[in-house]
């Protein structure tokens, strides 16, 4: 049967899973979201909220360069053992956030790390352009929290698309690798170095160069 985007949204907020996988269990489930709960969990999909409250403090550094070192990154991603940290499934994912990272240029890993001084500011340059563009006061507030949720899809890296599955965010792709893997797993910190930073030269789609060099 037909399921509603909305359905598969609200299921795949409630378990984590990707698009596709709950998609495909409402569909088993014919629309029953309960039942779809039930399917994903028996195909081991729905675990990784179980497992987020679970320490995590080993994992790796990976680090990504690009365009023979024009942009350079370094990020750490946690695990709960040095055995998981060491597979090639958990080091193609630590590979897979410092690429996204390049191309992506998030400025946070989460919301929570974005000053509140830095929203507020942002509040009020998105809420003067709104009235500048004859927007009714009334309505003016909630345009303003619309657009704020934009800031943070664009600034934040768990919430933005990732670039190889731009249906997924990186929060979506990280809680199905804690399911697939059966471990916490906490992306912590990153650093993001761009040759000529700050100075006047020309702009570049690194998202382009970025998935030209992975398809090569």
């Given at each position: 049967?037909?399921?509603?985007?909305?359905?598969?949204?609200?299921?795949?907020?409630?378990?984590?899973?990707?698009?596709?996988?709950?998609?495909?269990?409402?569909?088993?489930?014919?629309?029953?979201?309960?039942?779809?709960?039930?399917?994903?969990?028996?195909?081991?999909?729905?675990?990784?909220?179980?497992?987020?409250?679970?320490?995590?403090?080993?994992?790796?550094?990976?680090?990504?360069?690009?365009?023979?070192?024009?942009?350079?990154?370094?990020?750490?991603?946690?695990?709960?053992?040095?055995?998981?940290?060491?597979?090639?499934?958990?080091?193609?994912?630590?590979?897979?956030?410092?690429?996204?990272?390049?191309?992506?240029?998030?400025?946070?890993?989460?919301?929570?790390?974005?000053?509140?001084?830095?929203?507020?500011?942002?509040?009020?340059?998105?809420?003067?352009?709104?009235?500048?563009?004859?927007?009714?006061?009334?309505?003016?507030?909630?345009?303003?929290?619309?657009?704020?949720?934009?800031?943070?899809?664009?600034?934040?890296?768990?919430?933005?698309?990732?670039?190889?599955?731009?249906?997924?965010?990186?929060?979506?792709?990280?809680?199905?690798?804690i399911s697939t893997i059966g471990e916490n797993i906490s992306i912590r910190r990153f650093v993001?170095?761009?040759?000529?930073?700050?100075?006047?030269?020309?702009?570049?789609?690194?998202?382009?160069?970025?998935?030209?060099?992975?398809?090569?």
């Open positions: 049967m037909a399921v509603s985007a909305s359905a598969v949204k609200e299921l795949r907020e409630k378990t984590g899973a990707g698009m596709l996988d709950c998609k495909k269990a409402l569909e088993e489930a014919n629309g029953d979201i309960t039942k779809a709960i039930e399917v994903l969990r028996e195909k081991g999909l729905a675990a990784a909220a179980n497992k987020a409250g679970r320490v995590a403090t080993e994992g790796v550094v990976e680090s990504y360069i690009h365009g023979g070192g024009r942009i350079g990154v370094l990020v750490e991603i946690n695990c709960e053992t040095d055995f998981v940290g060491k597979t090639d499934q958990f080091k193609e994912f630590a590979r897979d956030i410092a690429m996204h990272i390049a191309a992506s240029n998030p400025r946070y890993v989460a919301r929570e790390e974005v000053p509140a001084e830095e929203i507020e500011k942002e509040k009020e340059i998105l809420k003067a352009q709104a009235l500048n563009e004859g927007k009714p006061e009334k309505i003016v507030e909630k345009m303003v929290e619309g657009r704020i949720g934009k800031y943070y899809e664009e600034f934040c890296l768990l919430e933005q698309s990732f670039i190889k599955d731009p249906d997924k965010t990186i929060a979506t792709l990280l809680k199905e690798k993001r170095y761009e040759l000529g930073e700050g100075m006047e030269k020309k702009v570049d789609n690194f998202v382009e160069e970025v998935m030209a060099q992975v398809k090569n």
